[in-house]
């Protein structure tokens, strides 16, 4: 183990005292923990490049001192218990304070120094109604695990950089088959970026078409993920009303081609209602948009799992003007951690955004995205698909049943014929937060949608995910909500 030691060998204090103060200043600011085991004499004389003679007389200072003991056949530690008198006479802040030039952040820090982010902190509960997580469990481990040995033991090519900032030009072509089946996307591979999730892909839209002060009109509610992605980078947000048919293009009228440069929708299963935008509608946005010259981000983040009703194609594929960037994520269709989305964006804007994606990660890990070429050519992904929206909708029809029972009029449903969650508002005159901390005390988390409105933030309204609960779980789990409003 080698040690960051600063010496200074011109200077007027020994090298056996300066070593001494760097290893105690080490030990009482954590850097070195208690009883961690720190080099032999040797071996960190011929790291720093000096005698042993100065490291042994520095070491039997801090071991007389109390800071260090050895352990015949083992070596020596940081005692497990340090001085008290000297922690007292000299505090670790007192030790570790230096002197630090101010820091003059660029927009981007200014920004998010001063936007509070939530970071979702799920509470320790029997039954969590927190949305966004797939039913992990339900993953064929074994299968994936196959596919990822098959590349492991061809060859060494995935250990290496990628040729193509793009991505792997065969997972490209799959995708693009993929979306042409089931989304009716119109693109050729070569318009497809992958990404790290749909996250990254909203990042570089961003920083490549908003420069601070541009607008962005968004759903009301909204994903806060994207919305902190542009405020961060400047723009000035301006909410849109969502009702049971999505984004309600009339209101788009209030603002002009001076107020906005980019509109974020969701619209095959709005977030967090649930709505999906109707086909009337997609047409009348499209014809909006290109009247004011308005591109659009469609993020297209779980329209697989749809329940009883047809699906109505992506935006992106009634789009003959090249208005829409069309988002679409792995995460929500087999696991969160896998980390892999995709960017289809209009043919024009494919050097710039393959730039902006090199310089910012050079490419997306390459195993990952061969195993899943693999995964979507040999039928994997679809047959999945079909099995888990059958679970979900199980699951879904569970949940509904139990908000009617045991809620009946208290509970209005909100989009269930989509997505892995509902947003359901309660009838009662409890606060969120009220409920909240009653459910906790039972056993029950639960999410508020408060967050996901940017103007407007009415009370009782919830999400409700059920993706990785039992059966069981979810009727239980309404239960006890039903019963904690009632009193």
């Not at 010496?7 to 005292?17: C, E, I, K, T």
């Not at 954590?30 to 011929?46: D, Q």
């Not at 269709?333 to 310089?359: C, D, E, N």
Request: charged content about 20%; hydrophobic content about 40%; overall charge neutral.
């Amino acid at each position: 183990m080698d040690l960051a030691i600063r010496l200074d060998s011109d200077a007027p204090v020994p090298l056996h005292r300066q070593l001494y103060e760097e290893l105690r200043r080490a030990i009482l600011t954590g850097r070195l923990s208690k009883g961690k085991r720190i080099p032999s004499t040797r071996a960190l004389a011929k790291s720093l490049g000096i005698s042993r003679t100065t490291v042994t007389v520095a070491y039997e200072q801090l071991l007389s001192e109390g800071y260090l003991q050895t352990t015949v056949g083992s070596g020596t530690f940081v005692c497990s218990q340090l001085p008290d008198e000297l922690l007292h006479s000299a505090p670790i802040d007192a030790i570790n304070k230096e002197s630090y030039p101010p820091v003059k952040l660029s927009n981007y820090g200014a920004i998010l120094a001063n936007t509070e982010i939530p970071y979702y902190q799920e509470a320790d509960l029997p039954i969590s109604f927190r949305y966004g997580q797939p039913a992990i469990d339900q993953f064929p481990l074994k299968l994936w695990r196959k596919l990822l040995s098959r590349h492991c033991c061809s060859n060494l090519d995935w250990l290496n950089y990628g040729t193509d900032a793009r991505g792997y030009k065969p997972l490209r072509e799959a995708i693009a088959g993929y979306l042409s089946r089931s989304r009716a996307v119109q693109c050729e591979p070569d318009q497809i970026i992958i990404t790290s999730g749909s996250q990254q892909a909203l990042d570089l839209i961003t920083r490549l078409l908003i420069a601070p002060g541009d607008g962005i009109a968004l759903e009301e509610p909204g994903y806060p993920g994207a919305r902190y992605i542009f405020l961060t980078q400047g723009a000035k947000l301006y909410p849109v009303a969502v009702d049971e048919s999505g984004l309600v293009i009339e209101k788009l009228a209030n603002y002009d081609k001076k107020s906005i440069k980019l509109i974020y929708i969701t619209p095959s299963h709005q977030f967090p209602t649930g709505a999906v935008l109707s086909l009337p509608r997609r047409l009348e946005l499209l014809v909006w948009a290109q009247k004011m010259g308005i591109m659009i981000i469609e993020d297209d983040y779980d329209s697989e799992y749809r329940y009883g009703e047809r699906p109505i194609p992506a935006l992106q594929g009634l789009d003959h003007s090249n208005l829409v960037l069309y988002i679409g994520t792995f995460s929500k269709m087999l696991f969160p951690s896998l980390r892999i989305g995709y960017l289809v964006v209009p043919q024009h804007l494919v050097s710039l955004l393959t730039r902006a994606k090199w310089l910012t990660d050079r490419h997306s890990p390459l195993l990952e995205q061969k195993v899943l070429v693999d995964f979507l050519n040999e039928g994997h992904l679809e047959s999945y698909i079909r099995r888990m929206r059958t679970h979900y909708n199980r699951l879904r029809e569970v949940l509904v049943e139990a908000l009617r029972t045991y809620l009946a009029q208290k509970v209005t449903i909100l989009g269930e014929k989509a997505g892995i969650h509902l947003m359901v508002r309660l009838n009662t005159q409890l606060s969120d937060e009220e409920i909240i901390h009653r459910a906790a005390q039972v056993g029950v988390s639960m999410v508020t949608a408060q967050p996901y409105y940017l103007e407007s933030k009415p009370k009782g309204e919830f999400l409700f995910g059920y993706a990785q609960l039992t059966s069981t779980q979810i009727q239980e789990g309404i239960r006890k909500i039903a019963q904690v409003i009632a009193e």
